[in-house]
Structure formats: structure tokens, C-alpha cells
């Protein structure tokens, strides 16, 4: 396994195995759990050499977010990837990636999708995340990249990106790993207290309740069920920014079972703002 920090160091050990070798990458921003390296596993899977990068972006963060408190792991990050058989671990600096600074940079954006949910309540989120994705693309050139489900709206965004910008590059998704609580893995979870870490598997028992109670019979009242959901984590100690049902496709928000749709959850707990979803395929 190689870490490389420099463009140019990248592009001189990847350019001579374009076209030999079915290149993937995993980006992250570092503080890598067994969510992070269950993606890494699946693009070892589907390719021969396998790039992860580290890279907190502060393109993504928003006024008064937690991009100087993120945890940076980069030590124990570099060495669970060399467990996981890694061939190369890219870890640029922010000059790297935005050299004239990321105020001053190029940003692409994803309209429609990137409105809703976490878009309204981050603004300018998707903006840095496709910016720097995109920038990642360009200098990796894989074949191959992966994203988790876990951030759904974030891998509806990237594949419509790559579809409307011609690129070659096969978005896979990856399951959603959990604790065996059912909460769903995330480098914020270790901002919970231990009274907030036993609430916040709440969550997915509510996304869970609500998805059986909307399939269960035709006469269920969608808006009563998620209105009632989210009392009911209000009552459990969640601050909820949204529980809405929107469809897979276009992320519009749904009223029927009619097309593939997806429950989506952000809610805040003490200090740790905590996302979830379920999918809920069509009914036929």
C-alpha cells in the first residue's frame, strides 16, 4: 500500500495501469469505522486495485457546522486500510484540492435533488460535495467509485451528476452498516453521550414502524403516520429537521406507494445531528 498526498504522485503511480488494471474508489473523509472499510470490501471485490481518499472538505461544511471539531484519525484511518489490503490511500491537503482556496473555487451543482431535505437544511452542501467529488473523479479517472446508502440523497446526487456530465464511471452503492442496535454507523455517533447513545436507536425502530404502517393497508393515513412518528421522537429526546416520504426517483415527496420511494429521517440528539432512511419499493 502506497499514501500519496501530491496530484502529480497520484497521476504518475495510476497512469500506468490505466486501461490494465479496473481501477475503484471509496472517498472519505477519514475516521473510518467498519461502515467506511464494509465499502472498501465491496470495491475490492469489483475491481484490481482499489483507491480510498481521506479528505475532510470544507467545502461541505456550512457556517457554524463542525468542520474544526471533525475527528481526523488519519493514523489508525492509514493502517485499517492497509489491513483491508488498500493499494493506495490519497490523502491531499486543501491546497491540493482547492488551491485558490474552496471560497474561491468552481462549485458544481445538482438541481432538483439537491433541494430537499438535508439541501434545505445545509445550504450549499451538495454543492461541495459534488465539487470535490468531482475533482476526486478527475484525478483518480476510476472506473469504478462507491458510495454507502446510508447517505441516500447524497448517492441519488452523485449518480445524477455523473449521468449529466457524460462520465464513465459505474456508481455503486453500499448497504448501510449498523451497530447491532440497528443505529446506523457514522464517524458523528461518537458525539453522543452514553444516555444519548441508548435514545438513538430510535431512529431506525421509527423509520421501521412507519414503513410497515404505510405498506400495511391502503386506507393508512401517510400524513398522520409521519406526523405521528415524528411526536414521537420529539418525545424521546430528537430535535427532527425532517421525516418525510419522497420518491427514489425524483425525491419529490410521495403520497402513495405508487413508485419506489424512500423514508428519510434527520433529528438532532443533544449535540449530534444524526440521518437515516428505508426504502420502500413500489407496490405491485
Not at 406526523?227 to 427532527?240: H, K, P, W
Request: hydrophobic share 40%.
Amino acid at each position: 500500500m502506497i499514501v500519496v498526498s501530491d496530484n502529480d504522485a497520484l497521476r504518475d503511480y495510476l497512469d500506468p495501469v490505466r486501461g490494465q488494471s479496473r481501477v475503484a474508489l471509496v472517498p472519505t473523509m477519514g475516521n473510518l469505522h467498519d461502515g467506511h472499510l464494509s465499502l472498501v470490501r465491496q470495491a475490492k471485490e469489483e475491481a484490481d486495485l482499489v483507491v480510498v481518499s481521506i479528505f475532510v472538505n470544507p467545502m461541505q461544511f456550512g457556517k457554524g457546522e463542525d468542520l474544526a471539531t471533525y475527528p481526523r484519525t488519519i493514523d489508525a484511518d492509514i493502517l485499517a486500510l492497509k489491513k483491508e489490503g488498500v493499494d493506495v490511500v490519497f490523502t491531499p491537503g486543501i491546497a491540493d484540492i482547492y488551491p485558490q482556496g474552496d471560497q474561491a473555487h468552481t462549485a458544481i451543482h445538482v438541481p432538483l435533488l439537491s433541494e430537499p431535505l438535508c439541501g434545505a437544511k445545509r445550504p450549499g452542501h451538495f454543492d461541495g460535495v459534488c465539487t470535490v467529488v468531482y475533482k476526486l473523479f478527475r484525478l483518480v479517472q476510476p472506473d469504478i467509485a462507491v458510495f454507502g446508502e446510508k447517505d441516500l440523497q447524497q448517492l441519488l446526487i452523485i449518480q445524477k451528476m455523473v449521468t449529466d456530465l457524460s462520465l464513465n464511471i459505474d456508481i455503486q452503492q453500499g448497504l448501510t452498516s449498523r451497530a447491532s442496535d440497528g443505529l446506523a454507523l457514522s464517524s458523528r455517533n461518537q458525539y453522543l453521550t452514553a444516555v444519548e447513545r441508548q435514545i438513538a436507536p430510535r431512529l431506525w425502530e421509527t423509520l421501521q414502524d412507519c414503513s410497515q404502517t404505510l405498506q400495511g393497508t391502503a386506507t393508512v393515513s401517510f400524513e398522520n403516520t409521519l406526523s405521528q412518528a415524528s411526536d414521537d421522537l420529539a418525545s424521546a429526546g430528537f430535535e427532527v429537521d425532517y421525516l418525510e416520504l419522497r420518491s427514489l426517483q425524483t425525491l419529490q415527496t410521495a403520497t402513495d406507494l405508487s413508485r419506489d420511494c424512500a423514508l428519510f429521517v434527520a433529528a438532532t440528539l443533544g449535540k449530534t445531528r444524526l440521518i437515516d432512511n428505508i426504502q420502500i419499493s413500489a407496490a405491485r
